[in-house]
DNA sequence: GCTCATCAAGTCATCAGATGATTTGATGGA
DNA sequence: TCCATCAAATCATCTGATGACTTGATGAGC
């Protein structure tokens, strides 16, 4: 039987050359060891190596330039951040997309245009309920409503977690939960462009948050179940 | 002058099976072609395969097994979130993080520990001024007492994106802005810990959030110019 | 008929060498 | 001083070979 972390020499090389850069060795734009002089300072071989370097380059770390060398791009890794996001619970993730939603109601109020409020009116109308079409295609249409508030905000660090939220939720419940989450109605929907159409950050924000309410009672019901 | 968007072949290769990936060519726990196979079909030599599989395999989307193959392993892709969330501007990410920290208080309100609150104080103590010993150890700090109230809020999720924050916050304002921001006093953070100490949630995220208003309006003025 | 050790084929892992493409700084003439 | 040219350095890519590991087939032994 083979120890479980075992692991190959490019993963290796990559979490070594990683660790130099989080390190701080090399200045951010300044060049790293070329290909040839790696190959003896990680004592593999350069097509290894330059694996290892790829995998750097796609998180963002280095940047190679033909001709010229391999440079630091940022000395922060970031690229695990999101899996442990997702292996955060449902809980923690339901409340932070909420925290999001919240700030994006309060920003909408603030920044939204006449074709954002068009735009979300349209979406809620078309929302319809489940008994149009199945529980999917009804599941598509709110979070398309839901969305159009989020863009509204004019954030796009916002919108940009915002999805990746939805995703993961969406991604976890389907494979976790049965049980049903309580389902805001139209009303409740409606207030909340309402409120945003005010431009009144506050009302908007708890427009947001006591729509959310339930729905996070119901959820840490279930889970302490 | 070439184009710019001249791209090289690993990452035309790595683009191209993504595409594949993402499209559900192949479903989850599936084998993909071999390394020969995948040679043909990209029209690339096996180094250049080998580069593009490890970048997929880094970005969670394969998983290569010696002498089996290599299989799928997730079909959607959330690796370019957070490269989006960073280019998305300071004040798109200053919000963002604003409306974690606020939410975290919140939490913080009704979920901290004493064991907590002693954290926070001792911190807050340990905190000091700039003139103690320079900026970025002040710097370190500060990020330390502000954390320590994220943590509280026991959400992970939450904690997660707030250190992506702080280190993209961070390495954008060191090379983009040279202008100071505004740094509240003792007391202003020494109320934050209260109101959470109260359990009153409404009153955290109140003071979080009168914290936060200074500092951005200080940013915005500053983009703008 | 069942179990299990053995084996061979298939696959990824790694190395070594060679050539091409590109950048960059040096050189030297106009 | 300017600028075309060139050579060295560096990454990009290809090719061939060998090793390590997995897996299903085989067949002996019971």
Redesign the interface.
Known sequence: MQPINRT?L?ESA?ESLRAEILSGRWA?GERIPNETALTELLAVSR?TV??AV??LI???LLDAR?GSGTYVR?T?D??G??????R??LR??W??R???D??AAR?AALRHTPGDLDRMRGLLKARGTVADDGREAFGRRDIAFHRSIVEASG????V??Y??FT??IL?TIHSTLNGDLPEPDDRAHAAIVDAIATGDADKAAAAVRSFMAPVLRELERLLSQ
């Open positions: 190959n490019t990559a951010i097509g330059r694996e790829r995998v796609s998180k963002g033909q940022s922060v970031t690229s951040a999101l899996d442990r996001v997702k955060s619970g923690d993730q409340e932070a909420a925290a999001l919240v700030e920003l954030n796009r660090a916002i940009e977690l999805d990746f995703s993961a991604e």
